[in-house]
């Protein structure tokens, strides 16, 4: 494997489960340092201890990245143990309610903008000083759902559209300080939350969402941290201020069209990272999981 990540110090939030765990392996594959950041209940040691036993280097920090005292002490727990930070990927966030906006819960709106916003607001705000010394460079998870909104979870369309224009902000602000900053939005993805058992989707549900996009299926979480490895790495060097959708096309996608594609898309690439924690997430704190059946019959 192409060591992309040579002697790079990386933080990766809600690095214990899904999308974030593959983007930890991922990069200390590519010989990245690695930070597996999360809550306190994440199995963050489990995966920096898998990633040390293979041979690579990282540690897990458990604490509420919401709280700004928090994202500080993770910060200075990376800086006194590897010494610099080169990359922050703003990876934390929840799902946590289905509910039409009448019906949606003030909990479950605050509790989004704690877990999606506040997160990526402390930890760029902590990690800024760091990487203004490296040239690093911080990538953010927005997501579909903050490009088209989503019915059903209309808060978390907002909470990821801010991500994206916060993060292009941060680009325009920090071209001066030598940071790069970019956005990956990810479209359905192999996780807890895109499965009947596991997260607010029903069986309906998962079954419109690989045929609401292009490619006829669900991505994995490795085909989504490849994305964010290119962007972290100096091959992205001319590359600031951008938005990379990882979506199967669902953004410009018409109707139920996944059908259509062809069998080579549907296929999911075989993994090259074992990911133990793909599917448990963040699903035990979920206040309610009323199906979203009729965003997708709407799609
Ligand atoms: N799965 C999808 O289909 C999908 C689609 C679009 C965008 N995304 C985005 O990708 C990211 C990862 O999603 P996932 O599917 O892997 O979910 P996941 O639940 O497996 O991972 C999210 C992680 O963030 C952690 N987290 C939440 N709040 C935190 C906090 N305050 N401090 C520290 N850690 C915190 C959770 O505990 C969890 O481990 C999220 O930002 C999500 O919005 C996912």
């Known amino acids: 494997m192409e060591r992309r990540l040579e002697n790079k110090v990386a933080i990766v939030t809600g690095g214990g489960t899904g999308i974030g765990e593959a983007i930890c392996k991922k990069f200390a594959q590519a010989g990245a340092k690695v930070v597996v950041a999360g809550l306190p209940e994440d199995p963050v040691d489990d995966v920096a201890r898998e990633i040390t036993e293979k041979g690579g280097i990282a540690f897990g920090f458990q604490g509420d990245l919401s709280l700004l005292s928090e994202a500080r002490a993770c910060i200075s727990e990376t800086i006194a143990t590897f010494g610099k930070l080169d990359i922050l990927v703003n990876n934390a966030g929840v799902f946590v309610e289905t509910n039409y906006l009448t019906d949606y819960s003030e909990e479950a709106f605050d509790y989004m903008i704690k877990n999606n916003i506040k997160t990526t607001f402390c930890m760029s705000k902590a990690?800024?000083?760091e990487l203004q010394k490296t040239k690093g460079n911080i990538i953010t998870a927005?997501?579909?759902?903050?490009?088209?909104?989503?019915?059903?979870?209309?808060?978390?369309g907002g909470t990821k559209a801010f991500n994206t224009a916060f993060t292009k902000g941060l680009a325009a602000e920090q071209a001066a300080f030598g940071v790069r900053c970019n956005v990956v939005g990810p479209g359905p993805i192999d996780t807890?939350?895109?499965?009947?058992?596991t997260g607010p989707m029903d069986e309906q549900m998962e079954k419109?969402?690989?045929?609401?996009?292009?490619?006829?299926?669900?991505?994995?979480?490795?085909?989504?941290?490849?994305?964010?490895?290119?962007?972290?790495?100096?091959?992205?060097?001319y590359v600031t201020g951008a938005l990379?959708?990882?979506?199967?096309?669902?953004?410009i996608a018409k109707g139920a069209v996944g059908e259509q594609a062809d069998e080579f898309f549907k296929k999911q690439p075989a993994d090259n990272l074992e990911l133990k924690h793909g599917k448990e997430g963040h699903t035990r704190i979920r206040l309610s999981a009323k199906p979203m059946v009729e965003y997708y019959e709407y799609l």
Do not use: C
């Open 127 to 129: 990690a800024l000083p």
């Open 142 to 156: 927005g997501s579909e759902a903050g490009v088209l909104g989503i019915a059903k979870n209309t808060p978390y």
């Open 244 to 251: 990379y959708m990882v979506d199967g096309g669902i953004t």
């Open 208 to 237: 419109t969402n690989s045929q609401a996009n292009l490619l006829g299926r669900n991505a994995t979480p490795e085909e989504v941290a490849n994305v964010y490895l290119f962007l972290a790495s100096d091959e992205a060097s």
């Open 192 to 197: 807890a939350w895109t499965h009947k058992e």
